[in-house]
């Protein structure tokens, strides 16, 4: 027999995926609590009017706002993101939802664990899949059911990575690398975490659910949509690995960070992501758990642009 939950919790209902999830949540009939660093703030796209929808403080970096915000929602079901700082990967976030009287726990993941890895054996040194393997481990370890959304490379990557807006002719620093990815729309994986937030995938203790978009695009790609969606000219330039680490940098991004993705584009991961027919499963997840189709980067470039 299916589980569903009427009474869920969102940690981060602004960003792009939080909203989804909590605006997914709300249709299917779950109250929903919007816990919130500030309560005060607006959520564009979000129509609270049309849900049962309550807004309470909490940030996961303070426990005890955690706690609070938890026991007065009554909420059994948490979905939740990877932040950093907190000292212990999470541990005790975590196990302060199980205490307050979470049972189940949707956890923004990501794609860079492998099908067949344990996530307690993911090593230190492959940065991203760590930090979020190391979360999975202890919710498992913690004895919380969960369903583990991985999704893959976000489509709105390309801007924050690559592309200046800041002149009227654009400007594209890539590096030299012929990798492909997916670029999968926050909303959509938001769709499938409200979907499985309040309708429980599988009565088992864990769910993984891959998610992709539905095309494998080189960075090329994406520029010449980006072009033909706005209009723009682009200038478009090709760096060397430690040319683009600098350049990452320059933009914000921390220096291990963009050490680690540069390191990473060498294509040979990116084809394991995507082999064996992952791809094709990641992409026709959105609409299995969703009920929605994949939103294309076409359409995608066309709504960010629009909203930034």
Known sequence: MAIKYDNVIVFGPTGAVGRAVS?????RGAKVTLAMRDPSKKIPGLDE???KF???KADLGDVASVESAIRQSGA??????????TGDGMRSVIETMKTAGVEYVVFL???TIFPEEDPHDVSRERLIPYLHASIEATIDDLGLAS???????FAYNIFHQDVDRSSDVWKAEIPESDRKADCIVPKDI???GGAVLVDRPAEGQKEIVYLYGPALLTREDMIATIGKVSGKQISTTV?????????MVARGLPEIAAKYLCKADNGQLHDRYYADGRHEEGWENIKKYSGYEPTSFETFVDEYLAEN
């Not at 605006?23 to 249709?27: D, H, I, L, R, V």
């Not at 059994?76 to 700082?85: L, P, R, V």
Request: proline share 2%.
């Open 190 to 192: 938001g769709r499938v």
């Open 147 to 153: 369903t583990m959304l991985r999704p893959g490379a």
């Open 239 to 247: 760096q060397s690995t430690d040319d683009h680490i600098k350049s």
């Open 23 to 27: 605006q997914e949540a709300a249709k």
């Open 109 to 111: 993941s990501s794609f």
């Open 49 to 51: 009017q049309q849900g």
């Open 54 to 56: 309550e807004r309470i």
């Open 76 to 85: 059994k079901a948490a979905f939740f993101y990877q932040i950093h700082g």
